[in-house]
């Protein structure tokens, strides 16, 4: 078993049950099990134009799947939740992303990880802290909570909600 963590995102098709359905959709994938859940957190779009508000939630989740069959599920299920791939950085129903795995490092054609990104967005360190439960040092020999210290809390707003786990 690896301990993956993955972030999911919804601005479009009520962005809430898009997150509830693609946390369904994890349980029921195959050698995986969801461990910890982060609330569900709101925050204004990160990027160029101007889109809807983001729902995004980061999960813990124990799986034997290797990487890019976790990839192949996670895309299975944005497609499955109406997911476009059109324009980069737009709206979407459903994003899955998959942050840290282990501590590997990949970089491969179709998959990054760490996410290359996630080391600067508010709206995946501060829910993968809430279900860390302490600091983590990430492959690149950086750690969460240097990375958070950067990292402005503005305009991202923790929602009562969350997806849970029973
Ligand atoms: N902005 C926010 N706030 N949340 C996201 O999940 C998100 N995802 C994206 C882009 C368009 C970069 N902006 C985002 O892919």
Redesign the pocket.
Known sequence: MTFVYI?L?S?LCDPENQLRSAFAALKQLQDTHVKRTSSIYR?????PGT?P??L?AVLLLATKLSPTALLDATQQIELNQGRVRDIR??A?TL?IDLLLYGDLQIDSPKLTVPHPRMQQ?N?VLYPLREISGTNLSLPDGSDLDTLLKQCTNAGLIKTKYRLLTN
Do not use: I, K
């Not at 925050?43 to 990027?47: I, L, P």
């Open positions: 972030g995102g601005n925050s204004a779009a990160v990027g889109q508000d983001y995004n950085w737009g979407r994003d967005r709206f």
